[in-house]
């Protein structure tokens, strides 16, 4: 399935994605163009279990999950291009690199991903993305990050 401007609301990322609470880190992709590029949004709430110490008097959302978060919309994009719902894909961080954190993320923020495929071919496991997050506009974070995308969850 190889549609165009495709959407993923959370049931159908849940079906594609093997993450769960709490770490689930994308509620939204949209703008799906194939394997090309994607949008994902995150929602960051206050209620979520890395606020606790990270930090507690100032809440933070920790840089790693900004790029986790850019990670699954990229998985999703690939998913939803590749058909993959219900088929138990597991996703595997190869590389991060060019990464770049350029202002905070904090509670009451709606993270905005853009990813855009640098290398990946549908037969293929190993895919790199670019991608960047941001707040209102204002950019939050960029990387280039490879990542393997597995069918059979007993195999590296």
């Known amino acids: 399935m190889n549609d165009h401007n495709r959407n993923a609301d959370i049931n159908l990322i849940k079906r594609i994605l093997p993450h769960r609470y709490p770490f689930l880190l994308v509620d939204k992709v949209f ?8 949008t994902g949004i ?3 709430t206050f209620n ?3 606020f606790q110490g990270h930090f507690p008097n100032t809440p933070i959302m920790p840089g790693i999950m900004i790029v986790e978060a850019m990670a699954q919309t990229a998985a999703v994009m690939v998913g939803v291009g590749l058909d993959l719902a219900d088929k138990d894909m597991l996703i595997y961080f190869m590389a991060i690199d060019k990464c770049k954190f350029r202002r905070k ?3 009451g923020d709606q993270l905005t991903m853009r ?3 640098l290398r990946g071919k549908p037969d293929g496991k190993v895919w790199k993305f670019y991608g960047e997050a941001s ?5 939050a974070a ?7 995308m597995n069918m059979n969850s007993t195999e590296v």
């Not at 703008?31 to 994607?38: E, L, S, V, Y």
């Open 48 to 50: 979520e279990p890395q």
């Open 31 to 38: 703008d799906i163009d194939g394997f090309n590029k994607a």
């Open 105 to 107: 993320v904090t509670p």
């Open 135 to 139: 707040v209102d506009g204002e950019m």
């Open 42 to 44: 995150k929602n960051i």
């Open 142 to 148: 960029q990387a280039e990050f490879s990542a393997m």
């Open 115 to 117: 990813l855009n495929t």
